[in-house]
């Protein structure tokens, strides 16, 4: 079959401790052909990430740089760090027909969306708002107010989830999975995106 002549943009957002890092996990061992999309930040890393993997870790100076320098497909201030995507890594792979997922918060997801509007916005939900509170205090690493904190943020990214195109519920992770991948095998199939296969006829 005739390769993409450009790469799908993909955008997953959710609330913190919805499992969105282990879904995405799950997805890209299912599919090989995806590249995700490595953030700068400034904030520093947590146990087990390593620079260059989960983010590339960066000082405020750095990343200022790079917003004056418009290396930034988008960025956000979110508790009290900074987040962008690099422009180059993102054109570079959709250039060459490759497809690119961003996790990455609301604001982005709508800067993304401005920019590019043939990105494919997705949003991440637990089962229930109960279970994510559950899930936050299932992780002993936070003190109350910070889970409350970060129900608070959930409620407000909530809001935004009508300006998504699909709706993903993480109940099991393999089958969030599933979602994500028949998400990706349908926008693949649209004819706007298949329209070098009848080239010629
Ligand atoms: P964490 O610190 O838990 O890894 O991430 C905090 C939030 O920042 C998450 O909602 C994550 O999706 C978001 N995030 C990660 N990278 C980026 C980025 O490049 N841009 C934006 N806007 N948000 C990001």
Do not use: W
């Not at 990430?49 to 990343?63: I, P």
């Not at 930034?72 to 490759?98: H, Q, R, W």
């Not at 909530?158 to 990706?184: F, G, M, Q, T």
């Amino acid at each position: 079959m005739k390769k993409k002549q450009r790469g799908q943009l993909i955008v997953l957002s959710g609330p913190s401790g919805v499992g969105k890092s282990t879904v995405i996990a799950e997805l890209l061992s299912l599919r090989d052909d995806i590249h995700f999309s490595v953030s700068f930040t400034t904030r520093t890393p947590r146990t087990g990430e390593a620079d260059g993997v989960n983010y590339s870790f960066v000082t405020r100076e750095h990343f200022e740089g790079m917003i004056a320098g418009n290396e930034l497909l988008e960025y956000a201030e979110y508790v009290n760090n900074y987040y962008g995507t690099s422009l180059k890594v993102i054109n570079e792979k959709l250039d060459e027909g490759i497809d690119v997922l961003l996790d990455i918060e609301v604001k982005g997801a709508a800067a993304v969306k401005t920019k590019c509007p043939e990105a494919v916005l997705i949003f991440i939900i637990p089962p229930s708002f109960e279970e994510l509170s559950r899930r936050l205090k299932n992780r002993n690493s936070d003190e109350d107010d910070v889970i409350a904190s970060r129900l608070q943020t959930a409620r407000e990214e909530y809001r935004e989830i009508p300006h998504y195109d699909y709706l993903v519920v993480n109940d099991k992770v393999s089958a969030a999975a599933l979602e994500l991948e028949a998400i990706l095998t349908a926008e693949a199939c649209r004819t706007k995106n298949r329209l070098n296969l009848i080239e010629g006829v």
